[in-house]
């Protein structure tokens, strides 16, 4: 991340980083989908930032902090292993309200010594954590991981929290942040819904043999291609509504 990109590739950049805005803003409707904006936005970051893997934390009804999108599996078991253990990089940004940086996590081996063994086993060798935050409303974390043991750049880090930003906007709008128990409900709703996306990628890996990051693209292109909201999509797969098989299809169809 400290070689000076070409002019292509400052093009590329620019151009991928416009279309993420667009793609989240398009989120802010009336009647948007939490879950998706939430895996857009971790999936987003994986394409525009030099890093391995993306994860998301969100406070939940009772004040605890739950995972409600990764890039990857790895992300997603390192970040429950963080709550777990509480300890961590993404815990303390969302604590203390202000982005972190970790170059190398190994140098802050004595800080965080269960995470960094455990993020260590991931393949992660570095970490970027920015908060998601509306004035002094914290309501969670973005967590960037990466395999490499590099800072990321000011505009990065400009670019990151910028992005957190558009994503608070849209799970906070139409609400008010003195509104907590508006603003619990929905937040309770997200982490609901990713409860049951989870059991609808177990079910569709073992119907298709996929693993859960093949079957959440399969999920996710049949909801997108039959104009559904991926939480119906998820609900209609475990309450076995759909052919299993036209799903495990459509992120083929998608890719061709």
């Keep these: 991340m400290t070689d000076e990109p070409d002019a292509a590739e400052r093009e590329r950049s620019s151009v991928a980083l416009a279309d993420t805005f667009v793609a989240l803003a398009d989120s802010l409707v009336d009647d948007y989908d939490v879950v998706d904006l939430m895996d857009q936005l971790v999936l987003a970051c994986v394409g525009l930032f030099d890093i391995a893997a993306a994860g998301l934390l969100l406070v939940d009804q009772r004040g605890g902090l739950q995972v ?63 908060p998601l935050r509306l004035r002094r409303e914290i309501i969670g974390g973005l967590n960037l991981f990466g395999d490499q043991r590099a800072a990321m750049s000011a505009h990065e880090q400009r670019l990151a929290q910028a992005l957190a930003d558009v994503a608070t906007i849209g799970i906070l709008q139409q609400r008010s942040v003195h509104r907590a128990g508006l603003l619990a409900e929905q937040l309770q709703t997200a982490l609901d819904s990713r409860l049951a996306i989870e059991q609808a990628k177990g079910v569709l890996a073992q119907h298709g043999g996929l693993d859960m990051e093949g079957a959440y693209r399969a999920l996710r292109d049949y909801a997108r291609s039959h104009h559904l909201k991926l939480l119906a999509a998820a609900q209609s797969v475990v ?3 759909l052919d299993l098989d036209d799903v495990v299809r459509a992120a083929g169809s998608a890719r061709s």
């Design 68 to 130: 409600v999108a990764s890039s990857s599996q790895q992300a997603r078991v390192l970040e429950l292993f963080q709550l777990q253990s509480d300890e961590g990089p993404c815990l303390d940004c969302i604590r203390s309200g202000t982005a972190l940086t970790v170059a190398d996590l190994q140098l802050e081996r004595a800080r965080w010594p269960r995470f960094t063994e455990q993020a260590s086993a991931s393949g992660f060798t570095s970490v970027h954590a920015v």
């Design 239 to 241: 309450q076995n509504d």
